[in-house]
């Protein structure tokens, strides 16, 4: 049967049904959004004479989820246009409706009665054939199915989100013994390339596999820190990105996760094993007078830490007062800090001979041992396992990869030593003489299944850098960027500098790379896999330039980095840049005057030049201007005055979009520009990108004058900040800045819709930026930034 999901159903509006149902939204799914009738009025309904049968009364949890939809923060919708998307109703009125859509997901309460007597109305209306998956976090999947007919448990399975489901990569599949295998690869292959979602396909235990493992940890964290005496902020300080996790490392995740429902998550696992594991899951008790007293973390203001006034204060689990959040300071903290690569780091950790070595050695040990006993029960493979670590929890190696790094052979011994009964799973790895659960040959990943190596799955759409390059090696280098082969006649150019940050190699690099694809390749992709695609120019080498008033260097600088925008804009084969995460400044500048923008589903892009005393220098200034009106249609009347304003505004307001689609709306991306849902997809749909447009018949933009508003135009863009200066919104050094930008976009000193060479745009851009950098409060807003990493205003 061929599957597609055109229209969905979320049976449940809380957070997560909510959330679900956004995510949905936002890939252009319409969605029906279900919930129980309230039974009771409240006194403000009774005081507007409504009824139990009204409408509005019997949809309101849902209605209600929706107006929350748009407050959240991190926002669940990529557009609030999105929210259109999303129909509302109820469980009692709106059940015949589940005959039109395409999948059901329940997302009720986690009781299993409740459940299967949703599954006895659902199972009596929908229509064959129709996906139905429930979001519960640990019932058994199998004892949902009970009692249903043979077309739905065809058609039943785990679908597990984790929360906020726009973010978070992790979607675990748990399938019944009932599930059509051809559901289950229909699923997979729509969470991957239309969810976004990384799969991990898991069995049907408690907890399944990301919250069995992570709940574990979280319990064994807090056994340890109360055992070894060590305080909630020591323990944060080294459990976060130290060793490769969040940043909200153990107790910030609990505040923000929730005491209440980590407690519930917990107890779904002790209730369902017995013995030593079980004990690991039963909350210590001071956890539980935590929740108690209704401190449960960020929804009451109040847990492990407590925030009054600017300081963050830790609570101590025996007095039960909260006092100043202390940090370990230890040797091996210094030491690991110059260690590169986070192998190296978190193996010098764990087996320091301190205070952070102790505690590190105690969480992980016990924590890697039960990843290994669990093996072959929660999923098939380890591959499985660490990627549900990394997905769901943010784990920047999975317990087998941290296995791998802190030496397998060398922890078992202390592991032995210390009484821990170590795994067969694990024995036999070191019985055959291997000595990592990973191996890599000539770029290709293999993995241990008991028995022998067996290749990682590789899915054709996600390219992996490193190894990429490690197998096909580049065609040139330097020390900001690297030119790539990635086959069928395409190139990639790979930024590397630190935080991708532009400087003359790059540019170089930039140059180089044109001019080679011209010559011998179909096409170019500019894209990486850092952090972020590019946070600017190098404002650090800018900085030391213009304090050395070396303004001849810069003005060459820039001309460089003009020059070699504009062999993007003009190269005769297609460019497509493949922004993600930050793409700021320098990084916005790559991407407008490239044949076609393929963006990841979370790029937040933006010239925030104004944010350090500048204006965009790259040719930003002009090439959005261009993108607002290449987006308008042929043939209707253009009031430049009006694309200059929302241009001048733009940048002035150092606007950056918290979406790729929210960037059509800013115009950084046009209708014809792409956005790849799933990352990990987003070099290889860039790929394609370029492949269609070099057998479309590629030619690039003729070269062409650009109408601007001259003088008067000039005078309107000030009014609006002559209006904040005089109200006190902004600064003299803002209106100045202010003014340069409005004297570029408007071109100067012409009259209304002159048309003027491109050329003579950037040269007034180039000028101001220039003039700009020369200033003294300028100076300072850069050096202000480089030192605290945000914006001063003076």
């Not at 939204?25 to 009771?40: E, F």
């Not at 999105?82 to 129909?87: A, C, G």
């Not at 990301?210 to 056994?223: K, P, V, W």
Request: proline share 4%.
């Amino acid at each position: 049967m061929a599957y597609q999901i055109k229209k969905a159903a979320v049976l449940g509006s809380g957070v997560m049904g909510s959330g679900i149902a956004a995510h949905l939204a936002n890939i252009g799914i319409p969605v029906l959004l279900l919930d129980i009738v309230p039974n009771k009025l409240t006194e403000e309904e009774e005081g507007k004479g409504l009824s139990l049968d009204d409408p509005k009364v019997r949809n309101k949890f849902a209605a209600s989820a929706l107006e929350k939809l748009v407050k959240q923060k991190p926002a669940p919708l990529t557009s609030k246009k999105n929210l259109s998307l999303i129909q509302v109703g109820n469980l009692d009125d709106d059940l015949e409706k589940l005959k039109d859509v395409d999948w059901i997901i329940e997302v009720v309460v986690e009781n299993l009665e409740v459940k299967k007597g949703l599954y006895e109305k659902i199972d009596a209306i929908r229509t064959e054939g129709t996906i139905v998956s429930s979001n519960t976090s640990g019932i058994s999947i199998e004892a949902m199915a009970e009692g249903r007919s043979e077309d739905f448990r065809k058609h039943f399975l785990g679908t597990h989100f984790f929360n906020p489901p726009r973010y978070l990569k992790l979607l675990e599949i748990i399938p019944t013994e009932a599930t059509s295998a051809e559901v289950v690869e229909y699923m997979t292959n729509f969470a991957e390339d239309r969810l976004g979602k990384g799969v991990v396909l898991a069995k049907d235990t408690p907890n399944f596999i990301a919250n069995r493992i992570g709940t574990y940890g979280l319990l064994i964290t807090l056994r340890e820190m109360e055992k070894r005496g060590f305080s909630i902020g020591e323990v944060d300080s080294v459990t976060g990105t130290l060793i490769g996790r969040p940043k909200s490392a153990t107790f910030r995740t609990l505040d923000v996760v929730g005491l209440d429902t980590f407690m519930h998550v917990a107890k779904n696992v002790y209730d369902q094993t017995q013995g030593e594991e079980q004990k690991v899951f039963e909350l210590p008790p001071f956890m539980k007078k935590m929740i108690d007293n209704g401190w449960l973390g960020a929804k009451s203001k109040q847990g492990f830490y407590l925030k009054q006034g600017k300081e963050i204060l830790e609570l101590d689990p025996e007095t039960f007062e909260y006092g100043p959040t202390k940090k370990l300071k230890t040797p091996s903290i210094e030491m690991a800090k110059q260690q590169k690569g986070l192998v190296n780091k978190v193996k010098s950790l764990v087996y320091a001979n301190d205070r952070t070595g102790e505690i590190l050695w105690h969480i992980l040990a016990p924590t890697l041992v039960y990843s290994a006993q669990l093996h072959g029960e929660i999923a098939d493979d380890i591959v499985a396992i660490d990627n549900a670590m990394k997905w769901g929890f943010g784990w920047q190696q999975g317990p087998f990869e941290i296995w791998d790094a802190i030496g397998v052979a060398k922890s078992v011994e202390r592991m032995e030593a210390e009484g821990l009964e170590i795994p067969s799973f694990v024995r036999s790895l070191l019985a055959k003489g291997y000595e990592t659960f990973y191996r890599e040959e000539e770029g290709d990943v293999f993995y241990f299944d008991g028995d022998t190596y067996q290749p990682v799955p590789v899915n054709e759409k996600v390219i992996d850098l490193k190894r990429y390059k490690k197998k096909h090696g580049v065609i040139k280098k330097n020390s900001g960027a690297s030119l790539i082969d990635l086959g069928d006649g395409i190139a990639l150019l790979e930024f590397h500098s630190q935080s991708n940050a532009i400087g003359l190699d790059i540019i170089q690099m930039i140059n180089f790379a044109i001019d080679e694809v011209e010559k011998n390749y179909k096409g170019l992709v500019i894209g990486n896999q850092g952090k972020n695609f590019c946070v600017g120019a190098n404002l650090g080498m800018i900085l030391m330039e213009a304090q050395d008033d070396n303004i001849f260097e810069l003005d060459f600088t820039i001309r460089q980095f003009q020059n070699a925008m504009m062999k993007i804009k003009y190269c005769r084969k297609p460019v497509v840049a493949a922004p993600f995460q930050m793409a700021l400044g320098g990084g916005a500048e790559v991407c407008l005057p490239a044949a076609h923008i393929q963006a990841s589903a979370e790029t937040y892009i933006g010239l925030v030049e104004v944010g350090v005393g500048l204006i965009p220098g790259g040719g930003g200034n002009v090439n959005l201007y261009a993108k607002h009106l290449k987006g308008l249609p042929n043939g209707v009347h253009i009031d430049y005055q009006y694309v200059a304003n929302k241009v001048f505004e733009t940048i002035a307001m150092a606007k950056v979009s918290t979406s790729a689609e929210e960037a059509r709306g800013n115009n950084f991306l046009d209708f014809a520009d792409g956005i790849s849902v799933n990352p990990d997809h987003l070099l290889y749909d860039a790929k394609q990108a370029v492949l269609a447009l070099y057998e479309g018949g590629y030619t690039p933009p003729a070269k062409a004058k650009i109408p601007v508003t001259g003088d008067s135009g000039y005078a309107t863009m000030l009014l609006g900040a002559e209006a904040m200066y005089l109200s006190g919104h902004i600064s003299d050094h803002d209106l100045k800045i202010a003014k340069k930008l409005a004297f570029v976009l408007s071109g100067g000193k012409v009259p209304y819709g002159t048309l003027v060479e491109e050329q003579y745009m950037l040269d007034l851009e180039r000028e101001a930026f220039l003039s700009l950098v020369a200033e003294p409060k300028s100076q300072q807003r850069m050096q202000h930034m480089l030192l605290k990493g945000k914006p001063l205003r003076n």
